[in-house]
């Protein structure tokens, strides 16, 4: 698809959204949930996962049914701001400006620039955060897996059922981002789809990851494991998008660009930028 859409979206290519996609006459495959898979949901309040497809399920806790297992490397903060806080995050957030971005969604994008491909690291014009979003990051440190949480990049992230959002199963770059992913969901709930990797470790820079994080990845069986990601929580870890919804992504860099690891001269600069909060 080599159509110029830069008038309406930002998507190139064989990335689209729903808007070009009704201009330009693209069909797409549709994607619905395999019910033939077996489905799991994540539940916040025991950190378990329960059989079964109702999103809304974990709201029934301690009344769970059906099987479970304990599911590693998610949490759930449910209410981890205010609706005032979130109401007023908002109006800043659209005071700055949006730009657009591929497969429906619009970004704010504040962070070092990195070439994945290369695996090149630099500065670029990367100043630090937007004050209005310093009491977020302050906030991180009532968490307690996010003590020692460095925040290098923070994105804003604009869903709108208009435009949609094809956002391709992935695995964050393992290259430059740490193991902590954390987003702040806002105005709407939504979920967040898990199903175990079986594709080529050359992708994504995994052969970079942690010596145990394809451990007994051949073994799991094929689920899908649905994590509830309510409007103002928070999440340390396929879009379902009714209304506007907006989220803060941020991200923390990997221990070797980490001070005293094997590239911390060239984030050093990086990092302390990172500190800076403007108005």
Known sequence: METDRSKICGCKGIRTCLKC??????????FESNKNILGYVFCPYCNKCWSGWDLDSYKSHPQHSGDSFDLDGIFVKLDFISEDEENSLIKAIDLL?????QSGRRKQNFGPRCNFKKRRLRLGEFKGFPESTHFV??????????KDYITIEQCSLEYDPERGASIDPHIDDCWIWGERIVTLN???DTLLTLKPYRGDTSKYNLSMAPENYFRNRREMPDINIRIPMPRRSLIVMFED???????????????????????????????EKARNFWN
Do not use: N
Request: aromatic share 12%; charged share 25%; glycine share 6%.
């Open 137 to 146: 990051q302050e906030r991180f440190s009532t968490v307690g897996i996010l």
């Open 186 to 188: 806002l105005l709407s």
């Open 241 to 271: 998008i009714s209304k506007r919804r907006v989220c803060l992504a941020y991200r923390e860099f990997t221990k070797p660009y980490l001070p005293g690891g094997k590239y911390a001269a060239e984030s050093e600069d990086i990092i």
């Open 97 to 101: 400006p949006w730009d657009p971005s």
């Open 21 to 30: 996609e009704r201009l330009f006459g693209i069909v797409k495959p549709h």
